[in-house]
């Protein structure tokens, strides 16, 4: 049973810094890609960033040069670091894979930044 786990979420100011962690069972953590997404109140959800198994990784223009996804395959733990954060970053950022078409989502972490 595939589970994802996110942790670090909080309340900071804006121009702070958070680090999102999202941690994995149940899967051969290595091979899968993994993102970030998050939903603000009354948006739909949104992909902020990925990562592939090797590495690649992209980004929403939103957080371009603000966030970076990284991934650690020994702690099956895929991190978002974001830096410079604004109120308009504020929502429920979730973890997600995707494993032969299917996807799996975490409960999600909420990140609120202060004006």
């Known amino acids: 049973q595939v589970q994802l786990v996110e942790s670090g979420g909080g309340l900071v100011q804006a121009g702070g810094s958070l680090r999102l962690s999202c941690a994995a069972s149940?899967?051969?953590?290595?091979?899968?890609?993994m993102a970030w997404y998050r939903q603000a109140p009354g948006n739909q959800r949104e992909l902020v960033s990925r990562?592939?198994?090797?590495?690649?990784?992209a980004y929403a223009d939103s957080v371009k040069g603000r966030f970076t996804i990284s991934r650690d395959n020994v702690k099956n733990t895929v991190y978002l670091q974001m830096n410079s954060l604004k109120p308009e970053d504020t929502a429920v950022y979730y973890c997600?894979?995707?494993?032969?078409?299917?996807?799996?989502w975490g409960k999600g972490t909420l990140v609120t930044v202060s004006s």
């Open positions: 997600n894979t995707n494993i032969w078409g299917s996807p799996y």
């Open positions: 149940g899967t051969t953590f290595s091979i899968n890609p």
């Open positions: 990562i592939t198994s090797g590495g690649s990784t």
